[in-house]
């Protein structure tokens, strides 16, 4: 039996650095192995897989189990970052097995390739009417401000149902979740408690209608709050960190060489998301049961993360699809509105701001790693959208 190695860095740190530097972090971590034990934010060791094999066998394997109930017993919850258990709170991050399958059965037909498609012209729509207004400020502005935030919560709120003189109310909660300062965090899931309400009483027979006939009929009106909480938050958390590092790319040597040809804009958008996937790491998960991989035998409730960054920039892992979105039976529920919308700002950017290009040298921009599990974003992101 074999030991995890260990890394001389902190990859939960929190940090500052140019978007041209290289990512010391998920290369040394990769480095150092398969399997590496590193000291968690919240005390004791945390395992991290870095080897895609390895990494696909982890996400489908139910002895690893999502719910906070098995994780250290010594955790605080907040410093972890943990949602309420399972049993408190039904979630699909936190269920596993036959409840998460029920529960994914619920969402999963909102979110299909060809739901997304029947909403295309509308999502396009929300980021054309969003970039003119910036446009018509004129001189240079900084989308990662307000655009990279209110378009992704425009498209959701829009989707579930929430009237939109609401989007600023959900901007400020959105913001208040990553701060360290528990009232703010508390005053904002209050305010994604009263727009869940709102859109499943608005009667515009939005997807938080849908979403509550196609629940189980277990699950009661403060859950069903919980899961449009957690719908709206991720996929405004996600794709507001993706969005400014794909619009960097697009824009360092202009819109119009990412749009080439037809197929460009999706292979680009694929490729961002693989080099920047949005969360570095995933959710934890928590061995129920002593397991052992990569030859090392971890007791029972282990927490694991797997370096979705790290495996993703492997030059070694084989071809195939990235691990940006999951694998298994958590794989994203919302991973194709998510490269919907990413798509449907480049191609505006493409038809109607051609000569859209960033108003400073790409080396110049800067990203804010969070620390913890969360990913980063870029500090600024400075455009002159006529050129």
């Known amino acids: 039996m074999s030991t995890a190695s260990r890394v001389g860095l902190d990859p939960f740190a929190t940090t500052v650095r ?75 991050t936190t269920f596993d097995g036959p409840a998460h399958v029920e529960l994914r059965r619920a969402h ?43 378009f992704p919560l425009t498209v959701l709120l829009d989707l579930l149902g929430v009237p939109l003189d609401r989007i600023d109310e959900a901007i400020v909660a959105c913001r208040s979740m990553v701060t360290e300062d528990a009232d703010e965090r508390g005053a904002a899931v209050a305010v994604f408690t009263d727009l869940a309400a709102a859109a499943l009483h608005s009667g515009r027979g939005g997807m938080a209608e849908e979403l509550r006939d196609r629940v189980p009929d277990h699950i009661t009106e403060s859950q069903l709050h919980y899961l449009l909480f957690a719908l709206i938050f991720a996929g405004q958390l996600t794709t507001d960190s993706a969005l400014g590092f794909l619009l960097a790319h697009a824009l360092a040597g202009g819109i119009d060489e990412v749009t080439a040809h037809g197929t460009r804009t999706d292979e680009f958008v694929q490729e961002t998301l693989r080099r920047y996937p949005p969360a570095p790491f995933t959710l934890w998960r928590f061995t129920t049961t002593e397991v052992e991989i990569a030859g090392v035998r971890l007791p029972a409730r282990s927490p694991v993360l797997i370096d979705i960054k790290g495996v993703n920039n492997d030059p070694r892992r084989p071809q195939g699809q990235d691990l940006t979105f999951g694998a298994g039976a958590h794989y994203c529920v919302g991973a194709q509105l998510a490269q919907w919308e990413l798509r449907a700002v480049v191609e505006v950017l493409r038809t109607d701001f051609p000569r859209a290009r960033l108003a400073v040298p790409f080396a110049e921009l800067r990203q804010f790693v969070f620390g913890d599990i969360q990913g980063g974003k870029l500090m600024e992101l400075p455009v002159a959208l006529h050129g």
């Open 108 to 150: 999963a037909p909102l979110f299909t390739a060809r739901r997304v498609r029947e909403n295309a012209d509308r999502i396009t729509d929300i980021a054309r009417e969003l970039l003119t207004g910036l446009a018509a400020t004129g001189g240079t502005v900084d989308l990662m401000a307000d655009f990279t935030s209110r």
């Open 18 to 92: 140019g978007l041209a530097e290289p990512d010391q972090v998920h290369t040394a971590l990769r480095a150092a192995g398969p399997l590496v034990r590193v000291d968690a934010p919240a005390g004791g060791p945390v395992w991290i897989v870095t080897e895609d094999a390895l990494a696909r066998q982890v996400l489908t394997d139910l002895r690893f189990a999502k719910d906070p109930a098995h994780a250290p017993s010594g955790w605080d919850a907040r410093t972890a970052g943990l949602e309420p258990r399972a049993a408190e709170q039904p979630s699909l």
